[in-house]
Every structure is written in C-alpha cells, then in structure tokens.
C-alpha cells in the first residue's frame, strides 16, 4: 500500500525557510513524478512544485528562486526547501505521487497525481 507522510511544517517569521520533507513507501518512487501542493481553506489545491522521474523539476512562478524541491531515491524521500518565506506562503502543503516516467517536465495538475499525504501546515507570521 502507497503511504506518504510529510513533516516539517510549523510557524516561522516573514522571511524564514522551512524544510518539508514527505517519506514514501510502498512504490519504487524513483520512477515516478513527486509533487508539492498546497491549500487554503475555502480555495482550491494549488501546484506548487513537482520533479520528475528523471530530475527535471517545475515551480509555480511565485515560489520560483525561494523554493527548491529535490528528491532522494535511496531513501524514497522528497524536500521541498522554502526560503523567503511571506505570509502569502501560509496553507496546508500536500505531496502526492504523479506519473510512472512519463514526460521529460513532471506535471503540475492535481488530477495527474494519484497517492497523496495527509498534509503539514505551515505558517507565515508578518
């Protein structure tokens, strides 16, 4: 059975940096596409970084040069780095599982992902 599991959320201060981190099991995730997304009550889920099964990675274009998100096969692990961190970063963060292989860019529709983790809160104070 797929299981995701992501910690590191927490309160921080406008311009700090949190690490996530999301444990996978149950799938040889090398092979698949891993993605950050994140949500606010009363909005929808939205993309924030993917990489795919072959490094190549997307960020939606407001956390572009703040976030990196990477990947460790060995140990089934994605991190998402956030730095620079505004109040507008505050949300639930998800990661999820996408595509086996697949294109050479990872996708950033939710519906292309299939496993998703319970999600960790993070939280930007001004």
């Known amino acids: 059975q797929v299981q995701l599991v992501e910690s590191g959320g927490g309160l921080v201060q406008t311009g700090g940096s949190l690490r996530l981190s999301c444990a996978a099991s149950g799938r040889t995730f090398s092979t698949y596409a891993m993605g950050w997304f994140r949500q606010v009550p009363g909005k929808e889920r939205e993309f924030v970084a993917a990489i795919a099964w072959n490094g190549n990675t997307k960020y939606r274009d407001s956390v572009k040069g703040r976030f990196t998100i990477s990947r460790t096969n060995d140990k089934n692990t994605v991190y998402l780095q956030m730095n620079s961190l505004t109040p507008e970063d505050t949300a639930v963060y998800y990661c999820?599982?996408?595509?086996?292989?697949?294109?050479?860019?990872?996708?950033?529709?939710?519906?292309?992902?299939?496993?998703w983790g319970q999600g960790t809160q993070v939280t930007v104070s001004s």
């Open positions: 999820a599982t996408g595509p086996r292989f697949g294109s050479l860019l990872p996708p950033a529709s939710p519906s292309e992902y299939d496993y």
